[in-house]
């Protein structure tokens, strides 16, 4: 317990106060206490704490639900709510954010206790199952048949699987952050334009097959690979496009192919070919 830390984002500095006092004679640590949602989203980078304490409504532009919101989005903080407003709209807006909790001024400190502990609790079991599922999918991942990296909505790389670290001859060391553009380089085999993102084509499309006639994926070494591909975007729960997933493979064996059977019949074996 000494080692979670809880923020206070809280408007009336003596509640905060009062707040603070009850978390550390629990054994709680209080890196930071803040009135204002822009402050909140700052210090909560800064500190990643293990649960936040938000009070509905704030000082600022921001009000408690949509810094809550924010939070939720990029850093995946667990909060509990604390507000002295129960009404419908304001209990409906709050639900949209997931919390962890949600407490009605003025209360008691064993109930604020009992609603952290489970908030911890429950924070700690989604980690766990979380983790036990990245695992299995990752292991599915890297034992696929196909090339696949999958990107946030900017581009930037959160995942790729072993062979297409093989056929871009990017690590996942290197890869991981990259924006997909500097890792998957993709050109037109007819003109050789570079192709445009094919998270930005997601984005805008949705589930897409093909980026270019004759795509030829320029690897990390200058190897020129024909690849087949296609993207589709990532949902979270809320239905919000969070990404995208790139899927490709190498073609060439194919293509050999198919230069091979053009070769055979532009040398007047069509004929022979039909009729065997």
Same mark, same amino acid.
């Given at each position: 317990?000494?080692?979670?830390?809880?923020?206070?984002?809280?408007?009336?500095?003596i509640?905060?106060?009062d707040?603070?006092?009850?978390?550390?004679?629990?054994?709680?640590s209080?890196?930071?206490?803040?009135?204002?949602?822009?402050?909140?989203?700052?210090?909560?980078?800064?500190?990643?704490?293990?649960?936040? %304490?938000?009070?509905?409504?704030?000082?600022?532009?921001?009000?408690?639900?949509?810094?809550?919101?924010?939070?939720?989005?990029?850093?995946?903080?667990?909060?509990?709510y %604390?507000?002295?407003?129960?009404d419908?709209?304001?209990?409906?807006?709050?639900?949209?954010?997931?919390?962890?909790?949600h407490?009605?001024?003025?209360?008691?400190?064993?109930?604020?206790?009992?609603?952290?502990?489970?908030?911890?609790?429950k924070?700690?079991?989604?980690?766990?199952? %979380?983790?036990?599922?990245?695992?299995?999918?990752?292991?599915?991942?890297?034992?696929?048949?196909?090339?696949?990296?999958?990107?946030?909505?900017?581009?930037?790389?959160?995942?790729?699987?072993?062979?297409?670290?093989?056929?871009?001859?990017?690590?996942?060391?290197?890869?991981?952050?990259?924006?997909?553009?500097?890792?998957?380089k993709?050109?037109?085999?007819?003109?050789?334009?570079?192709?445009?993102?094919?998270?930005?084509?997601?984005?805008?499309?949705?589930?897409?097959?093909?980026?270019?006639?004759?795509?030829?994926?320029?690897?990390?070494?200058?190897?020129?690979?024909?690849?087949?591909?296609?993207?589709?975007?990532?949902?979270?729960?809320?239905?919000?496009?969070?990404?995208?997933?790139?899927?490709?493979?190498?073609?060439?064996?194919?293509?050999?192919?198919?230069?091979?059977f053009?070769?055979?019949?532009?040398?007047?074996?069509?004929?022979?070919?039909?009729?065997?």
């Amino acid at each position: 317990m000494k080692d979670t830390k809880i923020m206070i984002v809280e408007d009336e500095k003596i509640v905060a106060l009062d707040i603070k006092d009850s978390l550390e004679h629990y054994g709680y640590s209080v890196p930071c206490m803040v009135s204002k949602g822009e402050e909140a989203i700052k210090m909560a980078e800064v500190h990643h704490p293990d649960l936040i %304490l938000m009070d509905i409504v704030l000082r600022g532009k921001m009000d408690g639900i949509e810094t809550a919101k924010v939070i939720h989005d990029d850093l995946d903080i667990p909060i509990i709510y %604390l507000t002295a407003y129960s009404d419908e709209k304001t209990l409906q807006r709050a639900k949209m954010t997931a919390p962890y909790g949600h407490i009605l001024k003025p209360f008691e400190e064993r109930e604020l206790r009992t609603n952290i502990e489970i908030a911890l609790h429950k924070s700690e079991l989604e980690k766990t199952r %979380l983790f036990e599922s990245k695992r299995c999918i990752s292991s599915l991942l890297d034992n696929i048949g196909d090339a696949i990296i999958t990107t946030d909505p900017k581009g930037n790389i959160r995942l790729i699987n072993p062979l297409a670290q093989a056929l871009t001859g990017y690590r996942e060391e290197e890869a991981l952050g990259m924006n997909i553009e500097k890792v998957f380089k993709v050109v037109s085999g007819d003109s050789r334009k570079c192709v445009s993102s094919p998270t930005d084509k997601v984005l805008k499309e949705g589930t897409f097959y093909g980026l270019a006639d004759q795509t030829i994926l320029i690897s990390k070494n200058s190897a020129n690979i024909p690849i087949d591909i296609l993207g589709s975007p990532i949902h979270n729960k809320n239905d919000e496009v969070v990404g995208a997933v790139i899927v490709f493979y190498d073609i060439k064996e194919r293509k050999d192919i198919e230069k091979a059977f053009m070769s055979y019949k532009s040398n007047g074996n069509s004929d022979y070919m039909m009729n065997h």
